[in-house]
């Protein structure tokens, strides 16, 4: 039975299920049904949660991404994603990783003052900033609050390198900002594509924009001359796996320069999420996915082990590894990326007094 016929099946949303979150000592649950005149329903309308943080300038000294800066505007992502790593970071606000982190956004309105206190820092040296290292910078709710275009607005004023990642086309609204960055090659582009069948990817990422959608933002910036690459992530062996020659064809097509992937790691809670999810989305092939993921995990679906849990080991990998490799060599040859610029950094903005 297809997830269409199933009453089961919240639509428009990925994760299934609301996991326990192992930093809290109780949960809501169901007792003594009898005695309730409806039954305990949550709110599935999506929620916004202020949060006023002291600093918006992350560092990871992870092995996998040694010293990569990231800024997260918002926490939790209504694109609701199934296999996204960032649903366990919502655990540390009191939520759950599943439904929660779908539905319940935390958003940080001062992530542009606080990205401009930070280039202000005494002795403070270029370095490319990502947005986001976490969830979506361009996510529905940017549309309204501009977060994301404030903090471009101060990348350009201090003319300091930063790196985009998002599958929204929301990105466009703020091309004159990116294509005056884009000309003192100031920024790069990565644009995730998951998958090409639009049937697929309407079960992986419920809110998100369709692949031909995604292939128009990297022809509509790359034709402005802004630098991109397409990120095949993540590749879920046995679901997107044979995909990966045509979203990197039809990338290049469009524009894309460069390519990446990564193999989907099921950590913390995401695995009972996902086997959820598969069950009711695939449950003819549910279990042969499963399989093969673990397989490129030393037998775990959650892998936390350094160096493998991003790009997998095994047979299994190593097809993936070799067939990304060929489609690059066809599809992308004699095509970089331009390198950031650091020299043009201007301390304070170029003003004496704080642009907010």
Same mark, same amino acid.
């Given at each position: 039975?297809?997830?269409? &016929? %199933?009453? =089961?099946?919240?639509?428009?949303?990925? #994760?299934?299920?609301?996991? $326990? %979150?192992?930093? !809290? @000592?109780?949960?809501?649950? *169901? =007792? $003594?049904?009898?005695?309730? &005149?409806e039954?305990?329903?949550?709110? +599935? #309308?999506?929620? !916004?949660?202020?949060?006023?943080?002291? @600093?918006?300038?992350?560092?990871?000294?992870s092995p996998d991404l040694s010293h990569m800066y990231s800024i997260n505007?918002?926490?939790g992502c209504e694109h609701g994603c199934i296999y996204c790593y960032a649903r366990n970071s919502h655990e540390y606000y009191g939520f759950s990783a599943g439904l929660d982190f779908e539905r319940k956004i935390i958003v940080k309105r001062n992530a542009p003052e606080l990205l401009e206190q930070y280039f202000n820092k005494k002795n403070y040296q270029p370095v490319s900033i990502l947005l986001s290292g976490n969830t979506d910078c361009y996510q529905p709710i940017e549309r309204r609050l501009k977060i994301t275009r404030g903090l471009l607005q101060v990348f350009l004023q201090y003319k300091n390198p930063v790196s985009i990642i998002t599958k929204n086309n929301v990105i466009l609204r703020d091309m004159d900002i990116i294509t005056e960055l884009a000309k003192l090659k100031l920024i790069h582009v990565n644009v995730s594509i998951t998958s090409l069948n639009e049937q *697929?990817?309407?079960? !992986?990422?419920?809110? /998100?924009?369709? #692949?031909?959608?995604? *292939?128009?933002?990297?022809?509509? !910036?790359?034709? @402005?001359?802004?630098?991109?690459?397409?990120?095949?992530?993540?590749?879920?062996p046995g679901l997107n796996s044979n995909e990966i020659p =045509?979203?990197?064809?039809?990338? #290049?097509d469009s524009g894309a320069l460069s390519a990446g992937f990564t193999i989907v790691r099921l950590n913390g809670s995401i695995a009972e999420i996902f086997t959820d999810w598969i069950h009711k989305a695939f449950p003819d092939r549910a279990e042969k996915v499963l399989n093969m993921i673990r397989a490129c995990h030393d037998g775990k679906l959650n892998d936390s082990d350094f160096g493998r849990r991003m790009s997998g080991d095994g047979q299994v990998a190593?097809?993936? $590894?070799?067939?990304?490799?060929?489609?690059?060599?066809?599809? *992308?040859?004699?095509?970089?990326?331009?390198? $950031? &610029?650091? +020299?043009?950094?201007?301390?304070?903005?170029?003003?004496? /007094?704080?642009?907010?």
């Amino acid at each position: 039975m297809s997830h269409e &016929d %199933n009453s =089961d099946f919240f639509k428009g949303r990925g #994760a299934q299920v609301n996991t $326990h %979150n192992k930093f !809290l @000592k109780s949960k809501y649950v *169901l =007792d $003594h049904i009898e005695g309730l &005149d409806e039954p305990l329903l949550e709110n +599935s #309308a999506t929620q !916004l949660f202020e949060e006023t943080p002291k @600093k918006i300038v992350s560092e990871s000294n992870s092995p996998d991404l040694s010293h990569m800066y990231s800024i997260n505007p918002y926490q939790g992502c209504e694109h609701g994603c199934i296999y996204c790593y960032a649903r366990n970071s919502h655990e540390y606000y009191g939520f759950s990783a599943g439904l929660d982190f779908e539905r319940k956004i935390i958003v940080k309105r001062n992530a542009p003052e606080l990205l401009e206190q930070y280039f202000n820092k005494k002795n403070y040296q270029p370095v490319s900033i990502l947005l986001s290292g976490n969830t979506d910078c361009y996510q529905p709710i940017e549309r309204r609050l501009k977060i994301t275009r404030g903090l471009l607005q101060v990348f350009l004023q201090y003319k300091n390198p930063v790196s985009i990642i998002t599958k929204n086309n929301v990105i466009l609204r703020d091309m004159d900002i990116i294509t005056e960055l884009a000309k003192l090659k100031l920024i790069h582009v990565n644009v995730s594509i998951t998958s090409l069948n639009e049937q *697929l990817r309407q079960k !992986l990422e419920p809110r /998100t924009v369709t #692949a031909s959608g995604r *292939l128009g933002v990297i022809q509509k !910036l790359s034709e @402005k001359g802004v630098p991109v690459r397409v990120m095949a992530a993540p590749i879920i062996p046995g679901l997107n796996s044979n995909e990966i020659p =045509d979203i990197i064809k039809a990338s #290049a097509d469009s524009g894309a320069l460069s390519a990446g992937f990564t193999i989907v790691r099921l950590n913390g809670s995401i695995a009972e999420i996902f086997t959820d999810w598969i069950h009711k989305a695939f449950p003819d092939r549910a279990e042969k996915v499963l399989n093969m993921i673990r397989a490129c995990h030393d037998g775990k679906l959650n892998d936390s082990d350094f160096g493998r849990r991003m790009s997998g080991d095994g047979q299994v990998a190593q097809s993936i $590894h070799q067939l990304f490799k060929m489609a690059c060599n066809r599809f *992308l040859a004699g095509r970089e990326m331009p390198l $950031h &610029d650091y +020299s043009l950094f201007v301390p304070k903005g170029g003003k004496q /007094t704080s642009m907010f």
